[in-house]
């Protein structure tokens, strides 16, 4: 709770409702201690200079080191003292220091944190929607990682080179190379084929005559001599 300030109740039920739903979401990684209220629990730094945040992160460890402080303000609570009395305070211990405001005053806590060099880690808008309230990422300083639980990313696993395979007798053998394409070939068409050149019409007529003057020279020499036997066997012998 602010020192300076004394908020209106209803204001001061909403800022520690913030409080405990930031509990909830920094216990997943941190140890939290909470002021919430008039609460003293948890201080940070000794002796008179100690100092009351809303929240305080802690490592889950035995050391319990301080790895960050949270303070949420609400609409009343951003102005110029806050910003130099608390915010400044807050932002020299040796831990990120976190800022939640209201969703209405994100311009004003801008231009306080540049006006006074207030070193903020990260700074967060909070609204609320019906009985929910919803928390936007406002600005993160460079180089800071954030604090709010990121989800896992799956990348895909990267092809595996084919591995050799291994003989009977032991040794390895290569990997099979790629069968080439089992595609049929084309043929050339018959139609496109060359056909053979045809013989001259004169050649073949001769062809022809020849083929049957060779045929019929039997034939005729068979009637040349049957017509002989028939003229003796009819001419009277001479006595």
Request: hydrophobic share 40%.
């Amino acid at each position: 709770m602010s020192p300076i300030l004394v908020r209106p109740v209803r204001e001061q039920l909403e800022h520690d409702r913030v409080i405990r739903l930031l509990q909830a979401k920094y216990k997943r990684k941190f140890e939290v201690a909470i002021n919430p209220g008039n609460e003293q629990t948890m201080p940070v730094g000794t002796g008179p200079s100690a100092w009351f945040p809303d929240l305080v992160l802690q490592s889950q460890e035995r050391s319990r080191k301080l790895l960050g402080v949270v303070e949420v303000e609400t609409a009343e609570s951003v102005n110029h003292l806050e910003a130099m009395s608390q915010w400044a305070a807050l932002s020299k211990l040796r831990a990120p220091f976190h800022l939640y405001i209201p969703a209405s005053a994100i311009d004003s806590a801008r231009r306080l944190v540049t006006d006074h060099s207030i070193p903020v880690a990260e700074m967060w808008a909070y609204h609320a929607i019906g009985d929910q309230i919803r928390f936007t990422l406002v600005q993160r300083a460079q180089g800071e990682e954030p604090t709010r639980p990121a989800r896992a990313t799956v990348e895909p696993a990267a092809p595996r080179p084919a591995a050799a395979k291994t003989s009977s007798n032991g040794g390895a053998r290569a990997a099979t190379p790629p069968r080439a394409s089992t595609e049929p070939r084309a043929r050339p068409s018959r139609s496109s084929a060359s056909a053979p050149p045809r013989a001259p019409a004169a050649t073949a007529r001769r062809k022809a005559a020849t083929k049957a003057t060779k045929s019929s020279a039997p034939r005729r020499a068979t009637a040349a001599k049957a017509t002989r036997k028939t003229a003796s066997a009819r001419s009277p012998k001479r006595r």
